[in-house]
């Protein structure tokens, strides 16, 4: 059974290599404790919204399955690093343990802005309908495309 860590202590995010067709992607490594030893398996949850975060900022749960059987009552260390494929709008993540959550940023990173496909892309080729195929727009008097 997976569960929440007790306390996440640093967090470092940094952007992979950017491939501007591609989402983007960032790794991400978290260090934290656990209130017992036998803690496995560390891994972050990214939340899922509705609707965009105004602050740009992506919060991920820092999980870890929690031990069965006997464990020694010690708080021990735990780090997980991870990689995400992450929406244009993210500037930062946000890592939540069940007593805190630490927050980083991607150095010098602003939101991506959507780019609408040029015009005449999102047909796919060959045309699936034979019977039926987009009308080509004809050109205004002045040569100008509407």
Do not use: C
């Not at 490594?29 to 398996?41: D, F, M, N, Q, Y």
């Not at 919204?49 to 020694?72: E, H, K, W």
């Amino acid at each position: 059974m997976q569960s929440l860590v007790y306390s996440v202590e640093k967090v470092d995010v940094e952007e992979l290599l950017v491939i501007p067709e591609n989402p983007r992607a960032i790794s991400i490594t978290a260090h934290g404790w656990v209130p017992t030893t036998g803690w496995s398996h560390p891994a972050l949850s990214p939340h899922i919204y509705v609707m965009p975060p105004r602050d740009g900022i992506l919060d991920v749960s820092f999980l870890a399955d929690v031990p069965t059987g006997l464990a020694l009552q010690v708080f021990t260390r735990i780090r997980v690093v991870e990689s995400l494929l992450v929406p244009h709008w993210v500037i930062g993540v946000r890592v939540h343990a069940s007593t805190n959550r630490l927050e980083a940023r991607i150095a010098g990173l602003t939101p991506r802005q959507e780019e609408p496909p040029p015009p005449g892309q999102g047909v796919p080729v060959p045309w699936p309908f034979p019977w039926w195929a987009p009308k080509a727009v004809p050109p205004k008097s002045d040569g100008q495309y509407p």
